[in-house]
Nanobody, 121 residues
């Protein structure tokens, strides 16, 4: 199971830190990632990170502003979001799978329930 948290209301230019806690079966070898879905839009990829944490992947919209990281001892993944813009307003979902391509294309087996991020202008 994945549990996302950390969403909230922030002004443009501000920061938020999202967390995703994994529980249940072993997480060894799992790639984890974030997607988001804005009202009336398709779910879109934000960022992903390999099991080791060495490899990270970002959507163009996230590069330079968002940082993904993970702690395999605590079974958590975080998304540090800086310089937030109103266009970042969305429900953010965490996802996991053993296959990197599946995670980055939204086909991962495991999904969290989502946490709402609202950025005001």
């Amino acid at each position: 199971q994945l549990q996302a948290s950390g969403g909230g209301l922030v002004q443009a230019g501000g920061s938020l830190r999202l967390s995703c806690a994994a529980s249940g079966r072993t997480q060894t070898g799992y790639v984890m990632g974030w997607f988001r879905q804005a009202p009336g839009q398709e779910r879109e990829f934000v960022a992903a990170i390999s099991w080791s944490g060495v490899n990270t992947y970002y959507a163009d919209s996230a590069k330079g502003r968002f940082t993904i990281s993970r702690d395999n001892v605590k079974n958590t993944m975080t998304l540090q979001m800086n310089s937030l813009e109103p266009e970042d307003t969305a429900v953010y979902y965490c996802t996991a799978d053993t296959n990197t391509e599946w995670v980055t294309t939204g086909r991962g087996d495991y999904w969290g329930q989502g946490t709402l991020v609202t950025v005001s202008s």
